[in-house]
């Protein structure tokens, strides 16, 4: 039996992501046109799951970017967008707005590589933001066990929640390929005998993006 399950989307494609930039909460420009399109294919699959079971509640952190995916899940689906700074991605410090090229030339590698080091003046570590973004979702869970719930998050979000409930240590080097507006679904189970387990259902499907705002192949 599932229990309560929680349903990640990407942000579709940003103006950020386009120009090869640190998009931080000061410099985030938001969706793209392609961007748009693409989670507005998103939200017409899961507003046609959402009529079937329908989820409990819709979060998304608060940078530009997630807000405007928030809010069109928000009116495909009829449910209020819960708007939350615990959702939101690293601080990048003096690197917002820098490209990334330049942050992690001087960082020597992206934030993961030297997990436990700021990439820039003022920035999180990798690790210390896993540490906070996975308690922020550690207590959300708590808060609302039995529920479906529906995220437009940054990729490192998701990062979090496999973080989480994989069970992986500090400075795990693992990878996750995490496509603009990807659907990744994670259900609690309870079998018979009353055991409790976190199953990954589904991770990065993007198949409702198949047309012209399909990902470009690697």
């Not at 405007?68 to 990048?92: F, M």
């Not at 896993?130 to 207590?139: E, I, K, N, P, T």
């Amino acid at each position: 039996m599932i229990t309560t399950e929680l349903v990640f989307v990407r942000h579709g494609e940003a103006q950020c992501n386009v120009d090869g930039v640190v998009g931080g909460p000061a410099t985030c420009t938001g969706l793209t046109t392609r961007g748009h399109a693409q989670v507005t294919l998103a939200a017409g699959r899961l507003a046609a799951e959402h009529r079937i079971l329908p989820f409990t509640a819709l979060y998304a952190g608060p940078r530009l970017r997630l807000r405007q995916t928030g809010e069109i899940l928000s009116q495909a689906l009829g449910l209020p967008l819960h708007t939350d700074r615990g959702l939101d991605g690293p601080d990048h410090g003096a690197a917002d707005g820098k490209p990334w090229t330049e942050v992690k030339t001087v960082a020597g590698g992206a934030p993961h590589v030297h997990p436990d080091q700021p990439w820039a003046e003022g920035s999180d570590t990798w690790n210390g933001y896993l540490q906070r973004a996975c308690a922020f979702l550690r207590g959300l869970i708590a808060n609302h066990q039995g529920d479906r719930l529906l995220f437009a998050s940054h990729g490192e979000t998701v990062v979090v929640a496999h973080t989480l409930l994989l069970g992986l240590g500090p400075g795990t080097d693992a990878g996750f390929a995490i496509s603009h507006a990807s659907i990744s679904r994670w259900q609690h189970h309870r079998n018979r005998l009353g055991q409790d387990r976190w199953l990954l259902d589904v991770h990065n499907d993007t198949a409702h993006l198949a047309g012209p705002v399909s990902e470009p192949a690697p």
